[in-house]
């Protein structure tokens, strides 16, 4: 089996934070081209375009989110592999918001067919924001507004800090 990197998917944040990795091809929405046009992400693909895709894994996501993520693929399994299709299923994944990073790799298999691996890494959600002890003034609720984060939101270390600035501003202020 030989194992060929199709495509990395990334937020403009993360790839600012990331230095690029020697010949590994990447493509994000900032500088892909029309569906007619040629993509040099894909020039790794065209060896497998046409082959039948075998199956889609999803390495790290539970079982029923795989069945989840797997209906909303525009390329699916039994079909012929095809790069339009492969580019519209990275999009989407992406587009759901759950995920910081997209990667597809193919794999051929011994009867000519490919295997296609979709690698995520999740995004994270702020799920709660709680003030533990009794602060007096400010008050608990001044404290939580002052984080300026949002319950559902992207996670991310630089809102983390930011709220961090936010609260130790308002303590000084009071």
Do not use: W
């Not at 934070?17 to 929405?29: D, E, K, N, R, Y």
């Not at 608990?140 to 984080?147: E, G, P």
Request: aromatic letters at 6%; proline letters at 7%.
């Amino acid at each position: 089996m030989c194992t060929i990197f199709v495509v990395s998917v990334l937020p403009v944040h993360l790839l600012a934070q990331q230095s690029p990795a020697p010949s590994s091809p990447t493509a994000g929405p900032a500088n892909q081209t029309s569906a007619q046009s040629p993509n040099p992400a894909f020039g790794s693909i065209a060896s497998f375009l046409g082959l039948r895709v075998r199956e889609i894994r999803f390495p790290m996501v539970s079982e029923r989110e795989k069945n989840h993520l797997l209906a909303l693929l525009p390329q699916k399994v039994g079909q012929l592999l095809n790069r339009d299709l492969v580019r519209d299923s990275l999009k989407i994944l992406y587009d759901t918001g759950l995920f910081a990073d997209v990667q597809v790799s193919a794999e051929k298999t011994a009867d000519n067919e490919v295997i296609l691996t979709f690698s995520t890494v999740n995004n994270y959600f702020v799920g709660s924001i709680a003030v533990e002890g009794d602060p007096g003034r400010p008050s608990a609720n001044q404290l939580v507004s002052a984080t300026k984060l949002q319950l559902g939101e992207v996670y991310t270390p630089d809102k983390l800090e930011r709220a961090n600035k936010n609260i130790l501003q308002v303590m000084s202020d009071n």
